[in-house]
């Protein structure tokens, strides 16, 4: 930092102010400076993150090419080995004509059996279909069956709620004079007693 000659108190001293101004001034080019570095270190930072973005993008289509390079090596290490596998069925050639000629001639048999298979499935196809007619006719037959037994189930439980309800108002009844029934036969008692007594006293006569 340059040199910066302060002037002197009158009692001693430097002068305020110019110690102020001294250090806002020395504020200032701080700043300045730590803003130009911080301007400087993000430009560089941009700069590194292109540089990785682009050796990024090398790498990847280095890569690739090294892909595409083992893949070509590969299918020209199977056409090779198929042209030597190639060679080595030449031999073969005579065998494989005579099994086409064997095959042409077992083409009718093999055209009838697969119509005989085309008719035992076409059977086999009526088979389910009449099987699953028959189970659709027993369980509609089932559920026709339920549904009465069901009608009459519920008729019966009718009737025996009703015969019940019945019951329980007799018997509420002979509940009823059941309970009225001691005095009833108090009554009863005491009538007969009056009248044993009636019985047992002789009326006077009537001219005493």
Not at 134 to 161: H, N, W
Not at 180 to 199: F, H, I
């Amino acid at each position: 930092m340059e040199n910066y000659s302060f002037k002197t108190a009158a009692f001693g001293g430097f002068d305020k102010q110019d110690v102020m101004r001294y250090i806002e001034q020395a504020s200032e080019k701080a700043a300045a400076v730590q803003r130009s570095l911080e301007a400087e270190n993000e430009a560089l930072r941009k700069e590194i993150q292109t540089l990785s973005q682009r050796l990024q993008d090398a790498e990847t289509e280095s890569a690739a090419l090294l892909s595409r390079c083992e893949g070509f090596q590969k299918t020209q290490e199977e056409a090779s080995a198929a042209r030597a596998e190639l060679e080595t069925l030449r031999p073969l050639e005579a065998e494989a004509a005579r099994l086409r000629a064997e095959a042409a001639a077992l083409r009718p048999d093999a055209q009838a059996y697969a119509q005989f298979r085309e008719r035992l499935g076409a059977i086999e196809c009526e088979a389910r279909k009449r099987a699953d007619d028959l189970e659709t006719a027993s369980a509609r037959q089932m559920k026709k069956t339920v549904d009465s037994f069901r009608i009459q189930y519920d008729a019966l439980m009718r009737t025996f709620e009703s015969a019940a309800v019945h019951v329980t108002e007799e018997l509420r009844k002979i509940e009823v004079s059941l309970s009225q029934l001691p005095r009833v036969m108090d009554r009863s008692g005491a009538e007969l007693e009056q009248l044993t007594a009636g019985l047992e006293c002789p009326p006077e006569d009537a001219g005493s």
